[in-house]
């Protein structure tokens, strides 16, 4: 037993080692920068838009949140997120290169003392029933561009099309090409019709938030 015992707790002792070293990683910007050209071809062209699995503008990254980056990368490389170029993208990722890239994103094209407003405009009737129902605001902030927890994402001027497609994925979340798993938002986004999350997503595109498409040059 006494054996057992300490087996167990060297354990749960590494587990916590591992756990801690994982949150104490620090992202480097330059070496973001320095390992990003597998992004800027899709989300560094303004306009860009992906054909799988339908025709929408990929997201904007560039001033979003850095500890959502990495858990969304995590997501991917994990098999939660179930879209395979950024499966097979993440899947060649090291923890460290996540935390560079999300470094370098979150602050790329950002202006010192730049946020987003924290009043928005006000959706119409409609459209406020169909936020209040899941509450997005509690979760995405009363401006959808502060989330209470960093790890959310800000979807305050996102592209309509690609929350439209994000929105409709974790409605799919087993599906085994493009479902997303996560239960807080499979259960939130499974109370609506895909009509409503179209209205949800076009408004959430209305607005104005911190995300932005900052084009790079080809050559370094």
């Given at each position: 037993m006494t054996?057992?015992?300490?087996?167990?707790f060297a354990?749960?002792?590494?587990v916590?080692t591992v756990t801690?070293?994982a949150?104490e990683l620090?992202g480097d910007?330059?070496?973001g920068?320095?390992?990003?050209?597998?992004?800027i071809g899709c989300h560094?062209?303004?306009?860009?838009q992906?054909?799988?699995?339908e025709?929408?503008k990929?997201?904007?990254?560039s001033?979003?949140?850095e500890?959502?980056i990495?858990?969304?990368?995590n997501?991917?490389?994990?098999g939660?997120r179930?879209?395979?170029?950024?499966?097979?993208?993440?899947?060649?990722?090291?923890?460290?290169?996540?935390?560079?890239?999300?470094?370098y994103?979150?602050g790329h094209?950002?202006?010192p003392g730049?946020?987003a407003?924290k009043?928005?405009k006000?959706p119409?009737?409609q459209?406020?029933?169909?936020?209040?129902?899941?509450?997005c605001?509690s979760?995405?902030?009363a401006?959808?561009?502060?989330p209470?927890?960093?790890?959310?994402?800000?979807?305050?001027?996102?592209?309509a099309?690609?929350?439209?497609?994000a929105?409709?994925s974790?409605?799919?979340d087993?599906?085994a090409?493009v479902g997303?798993?996560n239960?807080?938002?499979?259960?939130?986004?499974k109370?609506?019709?895909?009509?409503e999350?179209?209205?949800?997503?076009?408004?959430l595109?209305?607005v104005?938030?911190?995300l932005?498409?900052?084009?790079?040059?080809?050559?370094r």
């Amino acid at each position: 037993m006494t054996k057992l015992f300490t087996t167990f707790f060297a354990l749960l002792v590494a587990v916590v080692t591992v756990t801690a070293q994982a949150q104490e990683l620090k992202g480097d910007a330059k070496a973001g920068q320095a390992i990003n050209a597998m992004c800027i071809g899709c989300h560094g062209i303004k306009g860009y838009q992906a054909s799988f699995p339908e025709v929408y503008k990929v997201p904007m990254i560039s001033g979003q949140s850095e500890k959502y980056i990495v858990a969304a990368l995590n997501a991917y490389k994990k098999g939660e997120r179930k879209h395979p170029s950024m499966r097979g993208i993440s899947e060649t990722l090291t923890d460290q290169n996540m935390a560079d890239l999300a470094a370098y994103y979150s602050g790329h094209g950002v202006a010192p003392g730049q946020s987003a407003p924290k009043e928005v405009k006000a959706p119409s009737a409609q459209v406020a029933a169909l936020l209040g129902k899941a509450n997005c605001a509690s979760c995405h902030g009363a401006n959808f561009s502060t989330p209470i927890d960093p790890s959310y994402p800000k979807i305050g001027g996102q592209h309509a099309d690609y929350l439209f497609v994000a929105l409709k994925s974790y409605k799919n979340d087993a599906n085994a090409v493009v479902g997303r798993g996560n239960a807080i938002m499979a259960g939130m986004a499974k109370q609506y019709s895909n009509a409503e999350l179209k209205q949800i997503a076009n408004y959430l595109a209305s607005v104005p938030g911190d995300l932005k498409v900052e084009p790079q040059s080809r050559w370094r």
